[in-house]
């Protein structure tokens, strides 16, 4: 994995990299309390779907190993554990891999305690389990790497098809985002892990990323990682993205819009970055293929549609101001001088959702790390092949 890393953990030590102090710097958190986690995801310091699980996960692991819990029995331990779960599930509420980490936390715990023969084995099973959240998300992410590439590639060259895109050595170009990649997730990322992979496979011609306004994590997260590893890449503001699909020229040919999610409901409606819909519409009035990446932890079952999913608001200074290093006369940034200015009128007032939802619809294929999953005849995401346990859980659940 390369250096940049949103997360450093070892046992008892949480490292989270302040992403809001990127491009421009590059300095860690040491987050040793649930508290601080809260902080910092709500913040921003640490965002992304799944890095917003690993942080919360384990920055309880974290409480847990440091804190002395004499005289605790399991009943408490438990009960402190599902406490703080329960308080770090509202840190940010649109995406769902915190929830679904929790839940599946709160299961483990629950089961420990049945057997458990102190509080210190709920607490090292606890410890363990999340753990285990972070050394899969990185599994996960290299699976949806190599899915996403595969998939793309067969789609854009079909073999049979003697009409490649034109482009030397059969690459493909895609536009993404928002930020999902290594600073969204345990390192590799979704959408932009697919991006990663289509380079090292050679299959990339250019990739695409939007400045995505308000928090820029585009500029600022997105484009950092594409030049820190020297892929062939183009900043553009999101509100030139119709523009550069109309511009169907030999370099600016793009084959996919690429994104991530962050939830996904049961019909394939998808929540991610605000922004996200717009440029779904924009591909289908291109003839663009509109591929998400979501690892099955960004899959809420329990949700039927997208009209069901919470949508985040957030402050109106988002908007309405922007922050940043001073640039001199020479070009160079003197990051000892931090600038906030104020863009808008002050006293406006502002709509700030921080997602929109993307309808099934004006989705080609979800890539997840099973694998991908396209539209049924019925026109609907069919989630019953890559999670069967999961799929039989919400029927027996729903009654239907
Ligand atoms: C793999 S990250 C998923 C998702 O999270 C981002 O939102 P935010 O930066 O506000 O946490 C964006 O919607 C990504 O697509």
Redesign the pocket.
Known sequence: MNGLQAVKYTRGTLLVLDQLRLPHEFEYDNIQTSEEAFETIRS?RV??????AIVATLALAVELDNQNFSGATVLSQQEYITKKLDYLKGS?PT?VDLTNAISLLKQIVADAGRSAMGADTIRETYIQAAEKILRDDLTTNLAIGRYGAEYLHRQIFPVSSDVALESNGRKLSVLT????GAL??SGH???LGIIRTLHKMNYLEHAFCTETRP?N?GSRLTAFELVYEHIPSTLIADSMAGALFAQRTKEKTIAAII????RVARNGDTA??IG?YTLAVLAKHHGIMFIVAAPTT?IDLETASGEDIEIEFRPGQELTQISGVVVEGDGTIDKSKKVRVATAEQTIDVWNP??DVTPHELIDAIITEKGEVVRSELGTFDFQTIMPERWAEQVEKRGH
């Open positions: 921003m965002r992304g779907a799944p890095a917003i940010r995406a985002h928002c930020n999902t969204a997730t990322g979704t959408a928090y994590q994104v991530g999610a962050d991610n970055k996200t960004s921080a997602f």
